[in-house]
């Protein structure tokens, strides 16, 4: 699902981001990357979604070899690719429904598709019942929600949250790991960044530690103990 072959990236003059990484993630699976700040964590994902292009190896996404993507597939690639950040970037003029929909307006939805999706990405994050509120009439973690509804709307095979509970508290936090899980269960791959040791070692799945720039540990079921 996920190659990285021999992968570096260094920016000028001399900073380098990630040193020779290599990794397989396979489909279905739910990999937690680990690591401090400046560890090159946010280099990786910025690969992914081709944000950023390798200095030397190889970014392989589903069969598909991304290190010198052209422009214009670019977005083929990103709608495979959901993605979830720290800050929730929802629009406070629209309602949840219509956050989520407006996400499938831009890629070109018809309405029949966004009638069919929308109602079924956010009974998987709970929030059918709140379709109808703004931003502003949610906790932060039901915001983080709609951002996850928001990334599962064009059905990707790969979700990436980038530390998607560091605004949440520990309840918050769990209702969304739980989410992530129950996803990464019907059969999505998911990634998830993150410096949460407690996060990643309640999950108790595979965890590949970076650090300057290297993978210095990857185990299946691993504890993240820096």
Do not use: C
Not at 172 to 185: G, Q
Not at 193 to 219: F, P
Request: proline letters at 4%.
């Amino acid at each position: 699902m996920i190659q990285f072959r021999k992968v570096s990236k260094i920016y000028k003059p001399n900073t380098r981001a990630l040193d020779d990484i290599t990794l397989h993630i396979k489909p279905g699976e739910f990999v937690s990357i680990v690591g401090q700040s400046g560890t090159g964590k946010t280099t990786l994902v910025r690969m992914l979604t081709a944000e950023e292009q390798p200095t030397k190896g190889r970014v392989i996404v589903g069969g598909w070899d991304i290190t010198n993507i052209r422009s214009s597939e670019v977005p083929v690639l990103r709608r495979q690719i959901g993605m979830i950040f720290q800050d929730f970037k929802l629009l406070p003029k629209k309602t949840v429904e219509e956050n989520v929909s407006f996400a499938l307006e831009v890629a070109g939805a018809s309405n029949a598709r966004i009638r069919k999706v929308v109602p079924q990405v956010l009974k998987i994050v709970g929030l059918n019942e709140k379709s109808n509120r703004y931003p502003a009439q949610l906790s932060g973690g039901e915001q983080q929600r709609v951002v996850i509804a928001r990334s599962l709307s064009h059905q990707p095979k790969i979700l990436v949250a980038d530390e998607p509970t560091g605004n949440l508290d520990s309840i918050n936090t769990r209702e969304i790991v739980d989410i992530l899980k129950k996803i990464n269960e019907l059969g999505t791959t998911v990634l998830l960044v993150t410096h949460d040791r407690d996060v990643v070692n309640a999950l108790k799945r595979r965890v590949i530690t970076l650090e300057n720039g290297q993978i210095v540990s990857d185990k299946e079921k691993g504890r993240y103990v820096l």
